[in-house]
Every structure is written in C-alpha cells, then in structure tokens.
C-alpha cells in the first residue's frame, strides 16, 4: 500500500448525531469514513472491506462496544485491527482491563476532544500503513528468497550433473585427476586417479613415497625429474611412465601437469592429469611386432618364390609357365589358410583338401588322419611338397590316368608327423634314373628346411612316398633361407 492511497476508518455508534461529529472530527485526516450504526451491521462492513481503524461507541443496545470487540477479535483476519473506545460514562480501571482483554488500543472520553481524536487515529492509520508496506516488503523479500534459492538449487544440480558427466568421461577414458599442493604436501586425488593406480581410496594414503612406490623402478626418475623441472619455475611437464599395481599389473600411463605459482614466481601448488594408455602402448607393440612379422614373412615368400622361379625345368615356355603358376599358387593356398587363422598356423586337414582338390576326380584320392595344427613354416613347406608330388602323379603317375587312385594318411607319433603317399592302379612304374626338380624339392625342403625326411619308393605298381616332419620348431633343423635349400637340392 502506497503512502497516498485511502485506507478505511469503521466508525460504530448507535446515535447517528454522534457519527456524524465523528466524521467532521475526521474528515481533515482525508481517509474513507465508514459509518454504522450497529453491531451487527459493522460486523457485516468488516467482512467486505480491510479496516485500519475501528471507532467503537461502548454502550450501544443488543451488542455492546465490549462484546463486538470479542466477536471481531475471534476472526483470524481482524485479530491485529487497531480498536479505540469511546465512552460516555466513566470508566473504571476494571472497565478499561476488560476493554483491553477484548481487544481494545486505546479509550477516548466524552466529550471528545478533535485533537486527540484525530491525533490517535492518524497514529494508528500511519502504523497500518507501515504494516501493510512491511507485509509487502516481506512477501517480496520472501519471493526472492524462494527464487534466488531455486537459482541455487538449479546451480546446484546442473554443477553436480557437470561433476557427474565429468567422473563418467574421466572413468569412460580411463583418466584421473589430481592436485598437489606444494607448500604444506596436501595431496587430492578422484575417483579415476586411484581407478588407474588400483589401489583403495578408503586405505591409501597419497604421499610422495607412497606414489613413488607405485612407479615402475626404471620410470622413478621421471617423477623427480618433473619435481626438479618445477623447482627451476618451469610451469607445465609432461611425461610417459609406468606403474606396478599392488596386484603386480603393471600399466602404462601418460601424465600431464601445470603449476601455479605466486607474485613472486614461486610455485604454490601442482594440478595434473593422469591418463592410462596401457591398449594404446599394447597396440603400438602389436603393430611393430605385426611390421616385423611381415616383414619376415614378405622375405620368405619372396624367397620361395624365387627358388621356384629360377629353379624351375621346362620343356617349352608354356610347360615352364604351368610350373611356376602351380607352384606359386600352392604357395599362396596355403599363404590363404594362414591369414584365415592370423597366421596362428594351418589344419593338416584343411591344407591336404586345398593342394588336392584341382586333382580329385569322383573317388580317385582318399585322404585320413588325425587333426593337428602346423606351425606357419611347417604349412607353407608341406604344401610344396604336397604340390609336387600331386602334380607329377597327374603328369606320370596314378591321377594320370581315370583308374588309378592315390591314398594320403597321415598320423602324430610322439610329436613327429608322418605322412603316407601311396599311388596305385596308374601306368607301370620305373625307377627314374636321375631326381627330377619336383622330386629335389621335396626331400630338400622336408629335410634341410625342417629337418625330417622324405623317402620314396619306386614300386610298379605306383609310387609310395614316406615324410616324416618334426611338429616342434625345436625339433627341426635351423631356419635356412628357402632358395638356398632349394639351391642346395
């Protein structure tokens, strides 16, 4: 309520001449005068309007001053109302306590002096004025109390959703945080700090021993190196090193730190952050080892390949060029295999299947043993081995003819890896009076590249064929280079 607005005066007298000298009195005051003439009608008033003052005669019929004072003090809304008493008579002071328990302020005798009349009233106009502008400081104080706390509420929990999205990133990318304070030696770490380190935030004490137990020996000095670095006012480092867990795990990290120091260049405190790059540094070495690897293995091909360029008879042109390219794609079957498995080794299973197959017509070839796994050099010397003898069996020998037939068993004796060839049913056989190629490079490189042994026997009914080849590298002989096994054959 502003200081210029109206506010209501109830002025109660059962005599109208009385209220209308009421209203002279308090007209200069240039309030709104409410006048009745009962009780029960100012009870009816006060219902309707909000009342500053009540100007209550004492003695009026049916209800008196006393007992209209009880029943308004009775309504919540009128129990602060200011209340003034007019009496005719006077009034004793057991009069005035009972006037006052009603709910009475004030008493004004008769005859009524304009004066203290208007005196009193403007008092109690000027007071619930003050009230009413106090309530509405208060309520508005109150709203923006209530607003201002939702702001904080909202500050709050947007922070502690940010703080929140922050843990998941940091444990998502295996990260940590953390800050040192340089002069007194107080540690903070998080939650992806003691995740990376492995140990329990509830029992590990961080001190610079206590970290330092946890460096991986060699990588010690890269910790004193950074604290030496900021000791000079270097402000940022960064570095690679490894950790030891408790569990004996050992785990790469990569840490990051910057220094804040104060006016007079000293540094105060040392905040960083830690990240664990452990499948990263395995990666790294994946794919160097996986570069070194084939490396080796390009060599080797290469050099297979060579041999069997250079090394190589034939008739024409064209029979040359059959050879190679049997040759070369015997080597790149079983180069197939071998990726398929991430160069882990072959099947013998599946590696007789693949060097056979081009020759299987209807039932002439049956093949039989037990599976077992060949090692890469073992699967790409088998297979030319098989090739040869596949081939020159379609060229001379039983896959030469629709009658003849070739049996291939193969067992595991005590790690050493026999393989039965057996042709029949094919044209007559003699013994070759010289060792052609085929037959060079297979005892070659069974016996020089893995150190078993190839036998054949020359029978007329069809040639039989016995390799022997150790399954452990241990076993066979020490690694040549293919074309000069191959030369040497």
Partial sequence: MMDHEKVNILLVDDQPAKLLAYEVILKELGQNLVVATSGREALEY????????????????ELDGFELAAMI??????????????????????????????????????????????????????????????????????DRVRARTAELEESHARLLESEQRRSLAIAAGKMGSWDW???????????????IFGVDP????????????????????????AMAQFAKGVTSYEAEFRIVRPDGEVRWCAGTAAATVDKGGRVVRVSGVTVDITERKNAEERQNLLAREVDHRAKNALALAQSIVRLTRG?????????????????????TILSLSSWQGAKIGKLVDEELAPYAMGDQITSSGSEVQLQPATAQTLALALHELVTNSAKYGALSTLSGKLSLKWQVDDDLLTLAWQETGGPLVRKPTSRGFGTRSVIASIESQLGGRAEFDWRSEGLVCRLSVPLSPHLAGPEQDPHQSAAHA
Wanted: proline share 5%; charged share 25%.
């Fill in 315 to 335: 008739e024409t042109v064209k029979a040359y060029i059959q050879s190679v390219e049997g040759r070369i794609n015997a080597l790149a079957r079983v180069h």
């Fill in 202 to 225: 509830q029992t590990f004490a961080v001190t610079p021993a206590s970290v330092q137990a946890l460096l991986y020996p060699e990588d010690v000095h890269e910790l004193r190196k």
């Fill in 73 to 142: 003090r009775e309504h919540p809304r009128f129990q602060k109302t200011a209340m003034i008493f007019i009496s005719a008579i006077q009034v004793s002071d057991i009069d005035r306590l009972r006037g006052y328990e009603m709910g009475a302020v004030d008493y004004v005798p008769v005859p009524v002096i304009p004066e203290v009349l208007r005196a009193k009233i403007r008092v109690f106009v000027d007071l619930y004025r003050k009230t009413r502008q106090l309530e509405r400081f208060n309520a508005e104080l109150e």
């Fill in 181 to 195: 304070d340089w002069i007194n030696g107080d540690w903070m770490w998080d939650e992806g700090q003691y995740q």
């Fill in 46 to 61: 006060l219902l309707k309007i909000d009342v500053a003052v009540i100007l209550v005669d004492v003695c009026m019929p």
